[in-house]
């Protein structure tokens, strides 16, 4: 099968390094991808948000399936357009992913509150406001830490958490006074404050079935401590050491198999990977943060290493709602992802900094990791009398360096030791991923 991945990022590069071990593959395509990426795949030049590119490629390239990794393509209805295109062209392209209806699961706040609060899904209270002044007027509604959301797509960084009066102030002027957010913060969703531990359950998705993968731990503050402003993510580990048995079947029952039950009943005809952002309380009761509807950035750095499965098998079966015919194995090594991020992120922050201590592939010499490349380019560099091709900075998140060990300190260790020979300028990441005590 001929495959093509939309997207460009450290997601997009466990995507495809996962597929390039499946036989069934005979050509992997990537748009736009990025350095590390393109030692798996042809990588296009061509925009994850540009659909009629991306169709008109899919067409004339004869793709037999689509693998759809960013949100916003998902929100603008790549889904529908592949599949529409395909028709128009006599031909089925299958596409992993849920199409444009499904996607305001992510796209918007206020759409899954609705959705969770009408099947009775746990979740926190909330209202939702459209009028800044009118919002002015209900700071404190649900007391204090109060949770700001912009209702729309802001890169995972819509969110802001006031712990007092005058800081609410400062969030709603920056939501929808300056508009930090653009049109995100048109609406904003005030929710009441949970306390716990946050925790993350991915799960393939089809019309019939909800299967979740291996549960992994999300470390969303910038600097070690859970300390600094929130990020897409600086680090994972899998499984998480919030989970136990008795708790997956708690989430069985109280979350995954209402939502499933919500999505027939509201004719949601969702097909991919559902995300589940999750608070485990104090008293051990689950309730849902958010929903995503694509893999998570950086947990698939960590969970799909993980999978013995063929993923091309899974995600076929999904496109053909087959998945309850499939039995996913995982390995029962432990997983740790670190994440190496530019000076500034996730504020203003340079690009084209030289990457040192990658081999040409853009792995580690002599290394047990994988490096997973996020914001990286190929740029020619000059020293003295030598000039040749290197690895560059291109965005906020670089690189996430992912070992496997026996332990979760095995598998820590390894991680920190192998990020440990990568430099560039600026270069910062956490040094408490995989710790034994979950992170706030």
């Not at 508009?179 to 019939?208: N, Y």
């Not at 849902?288 to 998570?296: H, L, S, T, Y």
Request: glycine share 12%; charged share 25%.
């Amino acid at each position: 099968m001929k495959v093509l991945i939309v997207g460009g990022g450290g997601r997009e590069h466990a995507i495809i390094w996962k597929l390039a071990e499946s036989q069934k593959v005979t050509k992997l395509y990537c748009a736009p991808g990025n350095a590390g990426i393109a030692n798996h795949a042809e990588c296009l030049p061509i925009k994850a948000e540009d659909l009629e590119g991306i169709c008109d490629f899919a067409v004339s390239a004869e793709i037999d399936m689509a693998v759809i990794g960013p949100e916003v393509p998902l929100a603008m209805g790549m889904v529908d357009a592949l599949e529409s295109a395909g028709k128009k062209a006599g031909k089925e392209i299958m596409v992993f992913g849920p199409n444009k209806k499904c996607s305001q699961l992510e796209a918007s706040k206020s759409f899954t509150k609705d959705f969770l609060s009408r099947h009775k899904i746990p979740t926190a209270g909330y209202r939702e406001f459209t009028d800044k002044q009118e919002l002015l007027e209900n700071i404190g509604i649900f007391g204090f830490p109060m949770v700001l959301k912009a209702d729309g797509l802001a890169a995972g960084k819509g969110v802001i958490i006031a712990a007092n009066k005058e800081e609410a102030k400062k969030g709603i002027e920056s939501l929808m006074g300056s508009r930090d957010f653009g049109a995100a913060g048109d609406k904003v969703v005030v929710e009441e404050f949970l306390r716990g531990v946050e925790a993350s359950v991915l799960c393939f998705v089809d019309e019939k079935t909800i299967i979740p993968m291996e549960s992994a731990q999300d470390y969303k503050r910038i600097f070690s401590g859970d300390e600094g402003p929130n990020t897409g993510g600086m680090g994972t580990y899998s499984p998480s050491l919030v989970f136990d048995e008795k708790l997956e079947k708690r989430i069985r029952r109280e979350i995954l198999d209402p939502t499933l039950e919500g999505f027939r009943v509201d004719g949601l005809d969702f097909k991919g990977v559902l995300f589940i952002g999750l608070m485990i309380q104090e008293d051990g009761s689950p309730k849902v943060i958010e929903f995503n509807n694509r893999f998570g950035d950086p947990e698939a750095q960590s969970i799909l290493p993980r999978m013995e499965t063929d993923l091309m098998d899974v995600l076929f079966a999904v496109c053909k709602n087959r998945l309850s015919d499939i039995s996913i194995r995982w390995s029962k090594q432990k997983a740790v992802c670190v994440v190496a991020a530019s000076g500034g992120y996730p504020g203003e922050y340079l690009k084209g900094i030289e990457i040192n201590g990658l081999a040409k592939n853009g792995q580690i010499y002599g290394s047990d990791a994988i490096v997973f490349h996020a914001g990286t380019a190929i740029d020619h560099i000059c020293h003295g009398s030598y000039c040749g091709q290197t690895f560059v900075t291109a965005g906020g998140r670089v690189l996430g360096v992912t070992a496997l060990g026996d332990t979760h300190e095995e598998a820590r260790k390894k991680a920190y030791e192998n990020i440990g020979g990568i430099r560039f300028e600026g270069m910062q990441y956490r040094d408490d991923i995989g710790l034994i005590t979950p992170p706030k």
